[in-house]
């Protein structure tokens, strides 16, 4: 009998475990893989490590500011593409709801409306941003970046920064 009860309490611990972490996942944070050089030299500021093999930085993503969609400019976040839902992209908030936003490209202003941010990513050569598809809403952000958890050489808060952007 008692080999039963051991039996049984394995797998309600495990399922238990499971639901915590996907709740966590879900709500509180998250880790994401941040692919190509958009925002490089902030993320993924090297091709290839010391062995010549290709490593992505992985980072952690705070979800508890989706609550109020309480963001500053400088944040790093993922969000989904307004043109594919199945996309995803990183970059750097340089726009809130009012603001004026110049466009180097074409020399427009535009000014982000109620609900919406502007972002570009650090390396704008290589970066398909709001200067491709325009503002994005607020309720396509999954996350706000915070800090680098891989690789280890790389583990450390990322740093809020607006330079070169305003």
């Not at 509180?28 to 030299?41: D, E, L």
């Not at 990183?90 to 603001?99: A, E």
């Not at 609900?115 to 607020?138: A, K, Y």
Request: a positive charge.
């Amino acid at each position: 009998m008692a080999t039963r009860k051991v039996l049984w309490n394995f797998p309600n611990k495990l399922f238990t475990v499971g639901v915590v972490g996907l709740c966590i996942s879900d709500s509180v944070a998250s880790v994401a893989p941040v692919r190509g050089s958009s925002m490089s030299p902030t993320l993924n500021p090297a091709k290839t490590n010391l062995m010549g093999i290709s490593t992505d930085d992985y980072v952690l993503l705070e979800k508890l500011c989706l609550n109020h969609y309480k963001f500053k400019h400088g944040d790093i976040v993922v969000f989904c593409s307004p043109s594919n839902h199945k996309e995803r992209h990183i970059k750097r908030i340089t726009g809130l709801p009012g603001d004026w936003i110049g466009n180097r490209k074409s020399y427009d202003v535009v000014k982000v409306p109620e609900g919406h941010c502007w972002v570009e990513g650090d390396n704008s050569s290589s970066s398909m941003d709001s200067r491709t598809f325009g503002t994005i809403p607020l309720g396509l952000i999954q996350g706000k970046v915070t800090h680098i958890v891989w690789p280890p050489q790389r583990i450390g808060a990322v740093q809020r920064s607006t330079a070169g952007h305003i």
